[in-house]
């Protein structure tokens, strides 16, 4: 008796233990990501992004065009800032951060019109008073599933999962620095987990998603300096009010929207980089989602990282190959500190995509590829081949390029 209680009593001393080695492995989690984001809040409070250096005279390459109430013209198809390629990194700019003057030189800079990549935003903003919107199509195919280290295994017979999303991404710049912007959109699934349980067929309304971007840095065509952007998505609950029918986990396919957890509300942070290198393009995003509590369900927050590289292979027809990489990842806690109590309490995913691009007309811009699954763990190895087009409209104006 007195050795079995002893054993039930380290027992007990070894759950306490590892509970509490989880409680400290995400408290660390949060604090790591509330660092992280007090670090960018620091960095752009105080790395002077809302003061123009002190040199930030407008020249008069400034002056032309870029005076109050003037039109700022984009570059001609495949015409270069003077200097060509960007002048050393240590060479700091003579611009304003995001003034009349730096966005005089970005317009004249090399920045052909183009489809731009699938699923990595661009940080700069649609111009004032321009409107575009870019049509998706996403299929999601489970052709595997990744275990809890990462290794690949083949799906159960009576295992599928099949998904497609239709997005509709419309932006309209309120300056030439603002935009806002909403995402409608649908979504598909046909889903069986077991033989007779957990069986998902239906297509309807998915979250509703809207927000706000603020261009903070105009990209400086003559040095390093690229294009920063930040802001924030909400996440409307459509697809629970309407009733529609969720996969496991309440995901959808990766799209160019911000990825959040199905039917409960969530806020996405979005930080945005781009700089334009003749004949490169490079792209990266981060993004952030933190779910509100929705009844007795408490999902983990998800991260998001999203690099890109576009070679414009000709400019006048926006014709071009982009390569990205794609990293998923569902957190095992939330800022909020509340306990997860719904769906995988950590997963990650990573994918790579070849995508090809070419302007229809010149308001209508065509890009089609298919992301590779890469690495992952606690969730499916999924093919996504996809397509859009991107209409712009600039009032019988010849579009200028974001």
Do not use: C
């Not at 003579?94 to 940080?123: E, K, Q, V």
């Not at 969530?266 to 945005?272: D, E, R, S, T, V």
């Amino acid at each position: 008796m007195a050795l079995a209680g002893e054993r039930a009593r380290r027992r007990r001393g070894r759950e306490v233990e590892t509970t509490k080695n989880q409680m400290t492995t995400h408290t660390y989690g949060r604090r790591a990501i509330f660092s992280i984001l007090a670090g960018i809040l620091v960095w752009l409070l105080f790395g002077g992004f809302a003061v123009a250096p002190a040199n930030a005279q407008q020249g008069p390459s400034a002056a032309s065009g870029a005076g109050s109430g003037a039109k700022l013209e984009p570059n001609a198809p495949g015409q270069a800032a003077a200097g060509g390629a960007p002048a050393s990194p240590a060479a700091s700019s003579s611009l304003s951060w995001n003034g009349p003057d730096a966005i005089s030189a970005y317009r004249r800079s090399w920045n052909p019109l183009t489809a731009g990549p699938s699923f990595t935003a661009r940080a700069d903003t649609v111009p004032a008073g321009e409107y575009n919107g870019r049509f998706f199509s996403y299929g999601d195919f489970a052709v595997a599933g990744y275990g809890p280290n990462g290794g690949l295994s083949a799906l159960p017979a009576s295992v599928h999962q099949n998904q497609t999303l239709l997005v509709g991404v419309f932006a309209y710049g309120l300056t030439d620095n603002f935009q806002v912007f909403a995402a409608p959109n649908l979504i598909g699934s046909f889903t069986r987990l077991k033989q007779t349980t957990n069986v998902v067929n239906g297509f309807g309304f998915n979250d509703f998603e809207m927000g706000a971007k603020y261009r903070l840095i105009v990209q400086d065509p003559e040095t390093m300096r690229p294009t920063v952007s930040a802001g924030f998505a909400l996440t409307i609950p459509t697809a629970s009010w309407s009733g529609t029918e969720l996969p496991r986990g309440a995901l959808a396919p990766i799209s160019i929207i911000p990825e959040a957890r199905g039917g409960s509300p969530a806020i996405n942070y979005l930080f945005q980089l781009r700089k334009n290198i003749q004949p490169l393009e490079y792209y990266a995003d981060f993004y952030y989602a933190y779910g509100f509590p929705n009844g007795s369900l408490k999902f983990g927050d998800i991260m998001q990282e999203r690099l890109a590289v576009e070679y414009v292979l000709d400019d006048a027809r926006g014709q071009g190959l982009i390569f990205e990489f794609i990293g998923l990842n569902g957190l095992p806690f939330s800022m909020d500190g509340l306990p997860v109590t719904a769906g995988q309490r950590h997963f990650n995913l990573f994918g790579f995509q070849p995508s090809y691009e070419i302007n229809l007309t010149p308001n209508l811009i065509f890009s089609a590829g298919v992301l590779l699954p890469v690495a992952g763990s606690n969730e499916f190895a999924s093919l996504t081949p996809n397509v859009s087009l991107w209409w712009y409209w600039n009032r019988g104006q010849a579009v200028v390029p974001r």
